[in-house]
């Protein structure tokens, strides 16, 4: 089977346009860069045809616009969804952010996106230009020029440690059925565990005090879909703006992972979109490796309706004591 | 805190009202001491207590934070602990994996009755934290007299 | 800008010897907000309560908080006293001195300073606290007894007596309880069943009263004023309405020997059977553990010979669901099992017995028919041993017994060997004791008259050991007082059991969200002022479950548990607690996190329309709450994370305020 392209989906989002399944499509179009794909919404065929762009930069999870743009109009939104962002779907639908009835989903077929980090380490700064075949990266550099890399060796962590090639929501598929797979997501996680409580407290000091708190984390996140922030709101004594201190970088991540604990899918849309690079997604796996070991393994998205682990219990649940030990031995 | 010198860990300590409180208050009758750096705030249930309460005792200068509540089973709204046991179990253990003193922070079940369990409690945490020194992981600088 | 009060209370010197009550004053002057603070001897007193008072009027206060103790003990006062001089008792916040300050350091300076902490945080608190009122809810006119005792019995009569519908629940297939097992009852001697078999036919006879015997409470929903309870009635196998109560199939069973635990199993009784001649309901019931019908679909005798046509071996567990304002639990004790006991023989000798079995023995109704005479061979004993606090007091070894004293065995003892002296005056008694308890109306004049009127040979001292040889059992004990270690050859021993409460308790408290205490004793609102409510709003304590006591206080407890269902459901309507939980609609996602932990349902969602900043109009699922359930917890607080949840009386802000206080 052929690997999705941009010319499919260009052609899909104009026929649901034009056949009426639709009025108007979330989809990708060109950023500032090359590699600086932004979600979008497309109301009409001449649109689609002159900015709908999709390709190994097309990250960007778009489960999360349906909440507001469903509530625009009458109209059905048509929606294209990596198997990433099936289950943030399906997580959104168990919480009634959107109408179901809303939405034409399309799920698309996903062998992993490149992560521009990643090819900005090997072809360096000063990206004027980039483009990617399907196997190959080709990368113009305002300083050496052209060069030319190997899209597996620019694939995204958050692909390599792909949990589910599988649409688990579509109204229709295109491409390959996937499968769950068996990944290794949560190595990092353990390895951290592993570490002394200095060397986890160097680690994390040294990742958290690069944030500038400039929220993409939140904006981007499918689960941080809150009407008002807590981060943004005066009365919720836990407003701030800026990462005065490195208490406050602590804060604001703590809260944002507990906040979406349970309910973070795993997409890592967080750790793609910072700007500094910060390891986000390892919070939030710490969250759903915990999750697994104390209450049995869940996986938010994969069903619509079921309990998050943090509004249920069971009588029998693990002691906080005792899960603290678990969660710092379980892999030593 | 410094005070004269030695180390007082100042202790926040959550209370449903129903049991640690009320725990906390028989301690009181039975005259079974604990430092006084161990300040209550009541609130109706374990499950009121907010991650972000926590986070801000710290911030503040708190250097342990302890929560109480009924015994699992005994919660006067049937379930609240429950939901603060899962709760605490996943936000100590994110502390944790930050690399802050999971000795710092607590969940005991203390009812009514157990007086002597609260007073024992307070000791015991009090010292635990005592051992590790000032709350410098989770400080804020801006809020240091 | 809040215009808050300050009031130190002394508390005698229960505050004043450990703080300096007039520094916590003087400091907390210059706390934000505060307009006035003074301290006095006693704040509660009434003379401390129209300080309070008109501190309110004089400077136009709007919030006040007293440094007192603990908010579990005069909360309500001071609410009271802030509403009558014009202010919303909510507006008045506690700061814990005594409890929590004095009571528990030493030191005066320390103390000060954490009793002014502590005031700051309350007055942090009461800055950002709102006028609240109480919501309303209807309450049901009817109420549940839980156990057919005395207690039970007393409590359900009582409130029937007020005009108001009251069900018993009993496990077994009779109501009466313990009361029904006892010979005569100290100190009077008046016959237990004299007095108690017209209460428990008045019970059976009352339009008020509805009797639900072999039947136990399975599930409890709601809150006072609106329980929705779920009763269990267990098959019997005899359908009640028809039957008679004749006996004639309790003659006619051929299984003939099932122990019978009305008699302590010291007799045996058939597979259907009914506990005793005044039962009531008195209803047969088979017992399928024993019945050869229900077991093997061989026998059927009962059937044939049930003229009313009664049996019925198809029966099923009924569930009934029924509403009520008011629980009354009245779940009573039991005596606790002597099988750690080897000392004292009970399991190798069937002389040794148990002081309710001894009640048994003497009871004119019983499996000896009043006639004492020893389990082992029918002989009458002409040595009894009675030991006192088997099990009682037990300080040291709590893994057998229990801490507490038990109360009632001072008196029954005194009582057993009164009667066996009464009786065969040829018989020696013995009584050894740790103490002789007696603190009641007439209790110490019928212990002496046991000791000096029939000669009860009364010894201070334990048993330390009793051993079986041939038909005597050899007694070894200390006399305290000669202190000499004695023998003697007993024919038989009673043993004052120490009591515990029935294993149905622990269950039931979890059903009814009701506190325990550790020995499984139900809590009470107040151990001294509110001694038969339990802390969970509209569940009531009555007898023998929430301590150990005798008849004439069971009795007193069921009247005063009665008089507050009563109080109860006189009402038409109930205020609720206002300190409950609100959603802002603003910020709420819709996203049913709070629904999922509420445990009372009180969440309930509806589209609504908004407009948005770009002046168009959306419509959005969002939360409300039932103010008449919520109950306060706070755990969708928590649950929700927009913050849109938050807790009236407790809020975010204000917690978060109480923290900033103490953590400065």
């Known amino acids: ?332 | 805190m410094q005070i004269n010198g030695e180390f007082k860990p100042l202790i926040v300590a959550f209370c449903c009202n129903w049991c640690s409180y009320a725990g906390a208050d028989l301690a009181g009758n039975n005259r079974l001491a604990y430092p006084e750096n161990v300040k209550i705030i009541k609130v109706p249930c374990s499950c009121r207590v907010n991650p972000m309460f926590i986070l801000r005792a710290f911030q503040r200068g708190a250097d342990g934070v302890i929560i109480c509540g009924c015994h699992p089973g005994d919660c006067h709204y049937t379930s609240g602990n429950y939901y603060t046991r899962r709760r605490m179990s996943l936000l100590f253990s994110m502390l944790n994996f930050l690399g802050i003193e999971k000795e710092r922070t607590r969940v005991e079940w203390v009812s009514a009755a157990e007086g002597a369990k609260f007073a024992a409690t307070m000791n015991e945490f009090t010292e635990a934290v005592a051992a590790l020194g000032e709350n410098k992981r989770l400080e804020d600088l801006r809020c240091k007299r | 800008m809040q215009r808050i009060g300050v009031f130190v209370c002394w508390c005698g010197s229960n505050i004043a010897g450990t703080v300096d009550v007039k520094a916590v004053a003087e400091a907390l002057k210059n706390e934000p907000g505060v307009v006035f603070s003074t301290d006095y001897q006693y704040m509660c007193s009434q003379a401390g309560q129209d300080i309070i008072k008109n501190a309110i009027k004089e400077h136009n206060l709007s919030g006040i908080v007293v440094c007192s103790c603990s908010p579990r003990m005069h909360e309500q006062t001071f609410r009271k006293t802030a509403q009558a001089a014009g202010l919303n008792p909510y507006m008045v916040e506690i700061s814990n001195i005594r409890e929590q300050c004095s009571w528990v350091h030493k030191d005066m300076e320390k103390g000060t300073e954490k009793a002014i902490i502590l005031g700051k945080a309350a007055i942090a608190k009461v800055n950002l606290n709102a006028p609240l009122t109480p919501g309303e809810s209807p309450v049901t006119k009817r109420a549940l007894v839980i156990g057919g005792g005395i207690a039970g019995i007393q409590t359900a009569l009582d409130i029937a007596d007020a005009g108001f519908p009251v069900d018993i629940v009993e496990t077994k297939p009779t109501i009466g309880g313990k009361m029904a097992q006892l010979d005569k009852t100290f100190p009077t001697l008046d016959c237990a069943a004299c007095i108690l078999t017209p209460k428990m036919v008045d019970a059976g006879q009352s339009d008020k009263i509805r009797i639900f015997s072999y039947s136990e409470v399975s599930q409890v929903k709601g809150f006072v004023g609106n329980f929705d309870v779920t009763i269990k009635k267990k098959a019997r196998y005899v359908k009640e309405d028809l039957c008679t109560g004749c006996g004639l199939c309790t003659e006619k069973c051929p299984q003939k020997k099932v122990p019978n635990e009305f008699n302590l199993g010291m007799d045996n009784r058939r597979a259907i059977y009914i506990p005793f001649a005044q039962a009531v309901p008195k209803v047969a019931t088979i017992d399928a553990d024993y019945c050869t019908m229900l077991k093997s679909g061989k026998c059927g005798v009962c059937s044939k010979v049930c003229t009313a046509g009664a049996i019925d071996y198809t029966q099923k567990d009924e569930y009934i669901e029924e509403k009520y304002g008011a629980i009354v639990v009245a779940t009573g004790y039991n005596p606790i099992s002597m099988d750690k006991f080897d000392e004292y023989a009970y399991n190798q000798s069937k002389d040794v017995i148990t002081s309710l079995e001894f009640e048994r023995l003497t009871n004119a109704a019983g499996p000896t028919a009043g006639k004492l005479l020893r389990p082992s061979d029918n002989k009458h004993p002409h040595t009894i041993v009675f030991v006192q606090c088997v099990g009682s007091r037990c300080a040291n070894c709590a893994e057998k017994g229990k801490e507490y004293c038990s109360k009632i065995c001072c008196m029954y003892t005194a009582k057993h060997a009164m009667l066996t002296r009464d009786k065969y005056p040829d018989t020696d008694v013995y009584v050894f004791y740790i103490d002789v308890r007696t603190p009641g109306k007439s209790f110490d004049e019928f212990y002496r008259r046991a000791v000096e009127e029939y000669g009860v040979h009364y010894i201070k001292g334990m048993v330390g050991k009793i051993a079986p040889e041939g038909d005597v059992l050899k007694v070894q004990a200390s006399d305290l007082i000669n202190n000499k270690q004695i023998h003697i050859d007993a024919d038989l021993v009673v043993l004052a059991a120490a009591i515990e409460p029935d294993k149905s308790a622990r269950p039931l408290a979890t059903m009814l969200t009701a506190s325990m205490d550790t020995n499984d004793f139900f809590t009470e609102a107040h151990p001294k002022l509110r001694p038969v409510e339990s802390p969970t709003a509209g569940v009531f304590l009555s007898g023998a479950c929430q301590g150990p006591k005798d008849i004439p206080e069971t009795v007193a407890q069921a009247g005063a548990a009665a008089s507050k269902v009563i109080g109860l459901l006189a009402k038409d309507k109930l205020m609720g607690n206002p300190c409950v939980a609100h959603s802002n609609e603003l910020m709420c996602n819709g996203c049913s996190s709070c629904e999922r932990v509420c445990p009372y349902g009180a969440i309930t969602y509806s589209d609504k329309e908004f407009r948005m900043p770009d002046r168009t109009v959306a419509i959005r699922r969002v939360a409300s709450v039932n103010e008449a359930v919520c109950q306060g917890c706070g755990a969708c607080t928590v649950a929700c994370p927009s913050g849109a949840m938050d807790l009236k009386g407790f809020a975010n802000n204000q917690i978060v305020a109480e923290v900033d206080a103490i953590c400065k």
Not at chain 1, 75 to 95: H, I, M, W
Not at chain 1, 160 to 167: H, L, P, Q, T, Y
């Open chain 1, 1 to 332: 089977m052929q690997k999705i392209n941009s010319t499919m989906l260009i052609e899909k989002a104009a026929q649901l346009l034009e056949n009426g399944t639709a009025d108007r499509v979330l989809g990708w179009k060109k950023g500032e860069f090359d590699y600086d794909i932004t979600p979008a919404v497309f109301n009409s065929v001449d649109q689609i045809k002159k900015e709908f762009v999709f390709g190994d930069f097309c990250g960007a999870n778009l489960s999360k616009y349906l909440v507001k743009e469903t509530r625009k109009g009458d109209g059905k939104v048509a929606v294209f969804l990596k198997p990433c962002d099936t289950y943030s779907f399906n997580q959104l639908l168990t919480e009634k952010r959107f109408d179901r009835e809303k939405v034409y989903a399309v799920g698309i077929s996903c062998e992993g996106m490149a992560d521009i980090f990643k090819v900005k380490q090997i072809a360096g700064d000063g990206i004027v230009s980039v483009s990617s075949d399907g196997e190959n990266v080709k990368v113009e550099t305002l300083y050496d020029g052209e060069k030319t890399i190997k899209l597996s060796d620019v694939i995204a962590e958050r692909c390599i440690n792909c949990k589910s090639r599988k649409c688990v929501a579509y109204d229709e598929l295109m491409g390959e059925e996937g499968e769950i797979i068996d990944s290794d997501r949560f190595d990092m996680v353990s390895k951290i565990e592993s570490m002394s409580e200095d060397e986890r407290f160097g680690f994390w000091q040294n990742e958290l005090s690069k944030c500038i708190r400039c929220n993409a984390c939140r904006n981007v996140c499918p689960a941080c879909t809150c009407e008002k922030c807590v981060f943004d709101n005066p009365d919720s004594c836990a407003q701030n703006k800026a990462p005065a201190d490195s208490f406050e970088e602590k804060m604001f991540h703590i809260i944002r992972a507990f906040h979406v604990a349970g309910r973070c899918t795993d997409c890592g849309e967080c750790s793609r979109v910072c700007p500094q690079n910060i390891p986000l997604h390892l919070l939030n796996r710490k969250f759903i490796k915990d999750i697994d070991t104390f209450y049995g393994e869940y996986q938010a998205g994969a069903q619509v309706g079921s309990r998050a682990p943090l509004v249920d219990y069971t009588e029998g649940d693990i002691e906080p004591g005792e899960a603290v030990m678990k969660g710092e031995s379980e892999n030593a």
